[in-house]
């Protein structure tokens, strides 16, 4: 059975970083592309970004330039490094599968505040 677990999240102030981990068990990780999706209050979830098992990325008009996803074949984890962070990127964060097949982990809450 698969597992996602994200981590990284926290508070920080707007033009601020954070890095997001994702770790991967089971086969998904090493099947399929992986990307990194966002829900925010009252919204619903949105892709942010996604890496491809050959390493080609592909991002959100909204996060373009300013994340970077990558991903450790090794270790079966997916990172989101995220700069100039903006009151908008406050959001729950989640990985999965790009399209999404597995059940989602807890998420990790990412806020933007000053």
């Known amino acids: 059975q698969v597992q996602l677990v994200e981590s990284g999240g926290g508070l920080v102030q707007p033009g601020g970083s954070l890095r997001l981990s994702c770790t991967a068990s089971?086969?998904?990780?090493?099947?399929?592309?992986m990307g990194w999706y966002r829900q925010a209050p009252g919204k619903q979830r949105e892709f942010v970004a996604v890496?491809?098992?050959?390493?080609?990325?592909n991002y959100a008009d909204s996060v373009k330039g300013r994340f970077t996803i990558s991903r450790d074949n090794a270790e079966n984890t997916v990172n989101l490094q995220m700069n100039s962070l903006k009151l908008d990127d406050t959001a729950v964060y989640y990985c999965?599968?790009?399209?999404?097949?597995?059940?989602w982990g807890q998420g990790t809450q990412v806020t933007v505040s000053s």
């Open positions: 999965n599968s790009v399209p999404p097949r597995s059940a």
């Open positions: 089971g086969s998904i990780f090493s099947s399929y592309a």
């Open positions: 890496i491809t098992r050959v390493s080609i990325t």
